[in-house]
């Protein structure tokens, strides 16, 4: 058989390797009459694993499921672990995966939807000759637009995506502060890095704090008459501000510079335009709910006015 370019991890049992008739025949229409000539159509090159043929530590399976162009997972078999192995796919990549499903199966984390049409899962009859005809078609389609462009079935990686990361930029005078707006961060669901959890002993401090803010996007900077003079607050700043400068010169994921102020210290002449969520004159939910609706780049809920009292009397009207 002549095989293409790009692989296509298949999790479908061995029908020489269970004692289940049913299954047995699942596997052998899967394989014959639709993974095979879906890949051989679309220039895929089929690698059948079973996750039980590796051992609990052996990290060859989770490269496999990681790395391969395409996978193909048979849901109906009902297996736990080919139910890990979508997640761990999830997980770790959103290149396309294709699961198989018997009417009536509700296969866990896979339902994406386009529209009014399913993505990523379809249902198939093995006793049925059409529904295998379907599956095959459904496949090398699925196959053919993996070779162009491939969208996203990774429900996992969409949720970590959409949960924003922040890097916090502060003086260890203000450290309690930073501690607890951390805590309220992480506990809604962001990605905060912090220099005592991510710095790492031996490596060029300026080349790590660089790490840490092109890859959080957002750097909040807690700005205080402590940490106004701080050496290495200040150099998180101007590398902050540089990197910010780079990112809209290259037209790349932005780079923002927040100013979260714990009391009236002036910012920096430098950054005296910089709106500033000014948190010393707000109780500390507010201040966080504040970060948070910054962090996300939204828009405040508008202020609810009453209107009741301007019904005689207009509110520009003077007394």
């Known amino acids: 058989m002549e095989t293409g370019e790009r692989t296509c991890v298949v999790l479908v ?3 020489g390797h269970t004692r289940d008739p049913k299954v047995a025949k ?9 993974i ?3 890949a051989l159509r679309s220039g895929f090159n089929c690698t059948f694993i079973d996750p039980r043929d590796y051992g609990r530590d052996d990290k060859r399976v989770f490269e496999i499921i990681a790395h391969a162009d395409a996978m193909v997972v048979d849901t109906s078999e009902r297996s736990s672990d080919y139910t890990h192995s979508i997640g761990v796919r999830h997980a770790l990549t959103d290149k396309p995966t294709f699961l198989f499903a018997e009417t009536g199966d509700r296969p866990f984390d896979i339902f994406i939807f386009s529209g ?4 990523g899962v379809h249902y198939i ?3 049925d000759e059409n529904s295998l005809v379907e599956a095959e078609e ?3 389609t699925g196959l053919h637009q993996a070779l162009v462009y491939h969208p996203s079935y990774s429900p996992v990686r969409m949720a970590l995506e959409d949960a924003p990361r922040v890097f916090l930029s502060y003086a260890h005078t203000d450290r309690e502060t930073v501690a607890a707006v951390d805590q309220w961060l992480r506990d809604r669901g962001a990605r905060a890095d912090i220099d005592e959890r991510e710095l790492i002993a031996g490596r060029d401090i300026r080349d790590e704090i660089l790490r840490l803010i092109n890859r959080a996007g957002k750097v909040v900077c807690f700005y205080s008459a402590g940490s106004s003079d701080r050496y290495y607050t200040n150099l998180e700043r101007r590398l902050t501000e540089e990197a910010e400068r780079l990112s809209q010169e290259r037209g790349a994921k932005r780079v923002l510079l927040i100013y979260f102020r714990l009391d009236d210290t002036p910012l920096p002449p430098e950054s005296t335009h910089r709106l500033a969520i000014n948190a010393w004159i707000m109780g500390f939910e507010e201040a966080c709910e504040e970060l948070w609706r910054h962090l996300l780049e939204r828009a405040a ?3 609810r006015v009453s209107l009741a009292a301007y019904r005689f009397r207009a509110p520009w009207a003077k007394s």
């Open 13 to 15: 049992r061995d029908p």
């Open 26 to 34: 699942h596997s052998m229409l899967l394989r014959e009459k639709v």
């Open 36 to 38: 095979y000539p879906s």
């Open 116 to 119: 009014d049409k399913r993505r």
């Open 125 to 127: 009859d093995f006793d």
């Open 138 to 140: 459904w496949l090398t």
């Open 301 to 303: 809920e508008p202020r």
